[in-house]
């Protein structure tokens, strides 16, 4: 039986990658005012049922929480429209007098669509625009514990598309979730570009299918305090990005690096905020239950409030507790802790000044988030520009890190795609918009002529072949002895 629904995941691949492709070369031929037309009502579907997309989300996933997906799905139909909406993404780009170079926009063809289960609606508000917007076609894999809702969203972007103009099929969902019909999809040929968001293993899969790909690597964002913060703004904006959907976004802060001429009074204002300090004893306790023993992190508590880990930890926390803090004394092994944690704990250290910060933040990156976010609260911009050459691709300042990462609370392009570099295998650094799926043609003039060489003497017309015939007998000689 599980055969069978294996072939039959696949063959329901193959159908989706094949009719997107049909529907894309239609599209294709769109001008870029059909396209934005296409696009605006994506948008305004995507808005109109952000609120029951967000509440299907929580009851399928069980993760996070209600209001804040749908401001997240909000932030997919809305902000991020909004940034893409006037970008020129198909036909004549740009134009260059001066160099005499045209640049002509051209739709990759199909994407496919890795989809999480942390933000699961709201990722695929957010990869349909763009890839509508690039001219592309897409097929969404949803996470096994999220197909539903997932389906749910791609069903209303569809039908916003097709009733705009777009060909029926532009948009498709695998209903039928294996990891034998995701690779499928992978590896089909209709298929011209992977934008992947989920586990290392899934990304590490997308990177290897032979094909171009955008995958996002850990966050494990560390966030500093440095002595001249304003405390209150920085303590709130860290408690605002760590319990915005209770920790899913992988931007989202997960060690606070004090700086420790301030530590009482942050520790005082944490506390004042609805922070609870864990004892060393339930730092131990609270690993147990929200880390494996290989590193990851418990699944079931993805997600979850203080209270479920606490009550699941066995430890008793004062009522209203709006994020756990553990102090840690190390990072690695030793420490499960100082690891990406999608959930309310924040692990907490003291550093002696920002040089200490630094080295600390780069170690704990190097041990999981290389590449992803760093924070920073500080009023000293010397010492904010420092952290610039740190192996980070966002640099985020002054602002709560899950929501300035994602483009929500800062200028960066709102995105829920966020490259890490190389440095974490990633072939972008940037947050994902529709110019990383489209192809440039550049249509180049000549700006400058080639010297015509004169025509060389030819050697050879005073060497007769008498000559030649010489030189032949003379090497075949000398080879005979």
Same mark, same amino acid.
């Given at each position: 039986m599980a055969l069978d629904y294996d072939l039959s995941s696949i063959q329901e691949a193959r159908d989706l990658a094949r009719k997107a492709k049909e529907a894309q070369r239609v599209l294709a031929g769109y001008s870029q005012q059909q396209i934005d037309r296409i696009v605006a009502a994506m948008s305004e579907a995507a808005a109109a049922n952000a609120e029951w997309l967000a509440r299907m989300a929580v009851d399928e996933t069980k993760f996070g929480i209600f209001q804040d997906k749908v401001k997240k799905n909000l932030f997919a139909?809305?902000?991020?429209?909004?940034?893409?909406?006037d970008m020129k993404t198909v036909g004549i780009l740009h134009e260059d007098p001066q160099n005499k170079v045209i640049e002509a926009g051209v739709p990759m063809g199909v994407v496919m669509g890795i989809i999480p289960s942390t933000n699961p609606t709201s990722t695929t508000i957010y990869k349909a625009l763009v890839s509508l917007k690039a001219g592309n076609g897409i097929v969404f894999a949803p996470h096994p514990n999220a197909c539903r809702?997932?389906?749910?969203?791609?069903?209303?972007?569809?039908?916003?598309?097709?009733?705009?103009g777009a060909p029926e099929g532009i948009i498709g969902c695998l209903t039928k979730v294996t990891m034998a019909a995701t690779d499928e999809l992978m590896k089909h040929d209709d298929i011209s570009v992977i934008l992947a968001t989920g586990g290392p293993g899934l990304v590490k899969a997308a990177y290897s299918a032979g094909k171009p790909a955008y995958g996002v690597g850990a966050g494990n964002a560390p966030v500093f305090i440095e002595r001249s913060a304003d405390i209150k703004k920085a303590v709130s904006d860290i408690i605002t990005g760590k319990t915005f959907d209770n920790g899913v976004i992988c931007a989202s802060e997960n060690s606070v690096l004090i700086d420790e001429p301030i530590k009482d009074k942050v520790i005082a204002e944490f506390e004042a905020q609805g922070a609870y300090f864990l004892s060393k004893e339930e730092v131990e306790k609270v690993s147990r239950v929200v880390m494996t023993p290989k590193g990851g992190m418990n699944s079931a508590l993805v997600g979850k409030g203080p209270k479920v880990i606490a009550d699941k930890a066995g430890i008793a926390i004062p009522e209203g507790t709006r994020i756990l803090i553990a102090?840690?004394?190390?990072?690695?092994?030793?420490?499960p802790l100082s690891y990406e944690k999608l959930t309310t704990v924040l692990a907490c250290y003291v550093v002696k000044d920002w040089e200490e910060a630094c080295h600390l933040a780069i170690e704990?990156?190097?041990?999981?988030?290389?590449?992803?976010?760093?924070?920073i609260h500080s009023q000293n911009d010397e010492?904010? &520009?420092?952290?610039?050459?740190? *192996?980070?691709? &966002?640099?985020?300042?002054?602002? *709560?890190?899950s929501l300035g990462g994602i483009g929500y609370t800062t200028g960066l392009a709102p995105s829920l795609t966020l490259g890490c570099g190389t440095i974490a295998g990633s072939s972008t650094s940037d947050n994902v918009t529709p110019m990383h799926l489209i192809n440039i043609k550049r249509l180049a003039y000549e700006t400058s002529r080639v010297e015509t060489r004169p025509k060389a003497d030819c050697l050879a017309s005073s060497i007769s072949a008498d000559d030649i015939a010489e030189v032949v007998k003379k090497v075949i000689a000398e080879l005979k002895r």
């Open positions: 139909a809305k902000n991020v429209y909004e940034y893409i909406k809702c997932i389906n749910a969203a791609a069903q209303v972007m569809h039908e916003a598309a097709v009733k705009a102090p840690l004394e190390g990072y690695g092994p030793g420490f704990l990156l190097n041990l999981m988030g290389a590449g992803h976010t760093f924070a010492i904010i &520009r420092e952290f610039i050459r740190k *192996p980070v691709s &966002r640099i985020l300042v002054n602002t *709560p890190s």
